[in-house]
């Protein structure tokens, strides 16, 4: 029996599309408003599908990604012109709301830090006077 070397290959894969649908989307975007980036890239095993987290930012959601659905085929066949492999993996996009979190909890981490030093003060006052 023959042990298969671990290539990396979904891994490669992956990397490939993040770094040449960059470009790509930047050009079917460049009117629309906001940022786009691509935040990760889930090749299936068998490299039919790749899904694409996307994050946006100043920009309508739901406009630019209704956008990039709507000329999925044409992004699929700049992506098609950058590849040299026999299976080229289908797209599916997806929105990646994990920034929009990450600045909300350090949102409510910063008003905790300035009701903490809002406070300290008026501790300091308290315990004097006692």
Same mark, same amino acid.
């Given at each position: 029996?023959?042990?298969?070397?671990?290539?990396?290959?979904?891994?490669?894969?992956?990397? =490939?599309?993040?770094?040449? +649908? !960059?470009? /790509? =989307?930047?050009?079917? &975007?460049?009117?629309?408003? !906001? +940022?786009?980036?691509?935040?990760?890239?889930?090749?299936?095993?068998d490299m039919k599908w790749a899904k694409v987290w996307i994050s946006i930012f100043n920009g309508d959601d739901e406009k630019i990604l209704g956008?990039?659905?709507?000329?999925?085929?044409?992004?699929?066949?700049? +992506?098609?012109?950058?590849?040299?492999?026999? /299976?080229?993996?289908? =797209?599916?996009?997806? &929105?990646?709301?994990?920034?929009?979190?990450?600045?909300?909890?350090?949102? &409510?981490?910063?008003?905790?830090?300035?009701?903490?030093?809002?406070?300290?003060?008026? +501790?300091?006052?308290?315990?004097?006077?006692?």
């Amino acid at each position: 029996m023959q042990i298969k070397k671990d290539t990396n290959r979904i891994a490669k894969v992956n990397s =490939l599309i993040q770094k040449e +649908l !960059g470009p /790509i =989307l930047h050009e079917f &975007l460049d009117f629309q408003k !906001g +940022l786009v980036t691509i935040s990760k890239v889930e090749t299936s095993r068998d490299m039919k599908w790749a899904k694409v987290w996307i994050s946006i930012f100043n920009g309508d959601d739901e406009k630019i990604l209704g956008y990039i659905s709507r000329n999925i085929y044409d992004v699929q066949g700049e +992506l098609n012109k950058h590849f040299a492999t026999k /299976i080229i993996p289908r =797209l599916q996009f997806f &929105l990646d709301t994990s920034p929009r979190y990450v600045e909300h909890i350090d949102e &409510l981490v910063r008003k905790v830090h300035e009701e903490e030093q809002a406070v300290k003060p008026a +501790l300091k006052k308290t315990k004097k006077s006692a």
